[in-house]
């Protein structure tokens, strides 16, 4: 006897799609027009562990879902609108410091790269070095809120959940360094 598994009811009122980019399959999890996470993966299981507990037992309106201008949006990014991710809507949770932090990471221009350094400036504490790079590594909302755009000091990638590969192919796209598909 074999069992479906249902997906899971704390997302209820979710919409998750995949679709194939440059840099592999590319998956949003959305509520109410909003993404909660993304990512290049195929796996809804590799976006879940990402969303804030408080979001994972919210309900949301499935009639208010709008999948179709985030996908649409992705694909204008990858052909070649770099500013096309700046409209979509997120929905994240966290503290002060992290929710403030992202959002800075959304007026981060596309193919100018800031240092953690810089970020954390911007973010209002120059010192909180550590807490701007816990903000990137918490980010659910992978290329809506771009935290590929934070780089080391010394001009190297640093870190990235999706793979260095993936960084740099973005961060190449957006500087206008590689073809846009």
Known sequence: MSATLAPPAVLRGTTTE??????????VIEAE??????G???????L?????????????????SAMRPVLDAVA?????????ITAV???????PFRAHAWDVLRTIAPGAPVTYLEYAARAGNPAAVRAAAGACAKNAAALFVPCHRVIRTDGSLGGFRWGLQVKQRLLDREAGRTSVA
Do not use: K
């Not at 995949?18 to 590319?26: A, E, H, K, R, Y």
């Not at 027009?33 to 993304?38: C, E, H, K, N």
């Not at 290049?40 to 590799?46: D, F, G, I, K, Y």
């Open 18 to 27: 995949t679709i194939d980019t440059p840099d592999g399959p590319f998956t």
């Open 40 to 46: 290049w993966t195929s796996l809804r299981e590799e």
């Open 33 to 38: 027009g909003a993404v909660l996470s993304s």
């Open 76 to 84: 204008r990014y990858y052909d070649g609108d770099v500013d096309a």
């Open 89 to 95: 809507r997120v929905r994240q949770a966290s503290g």
């Open 48 to 64: 879940t562990g990402q969303i804030h507990p408080s979001l994972m037992t919210a309900r949301f309106d499935p009639a208010a």
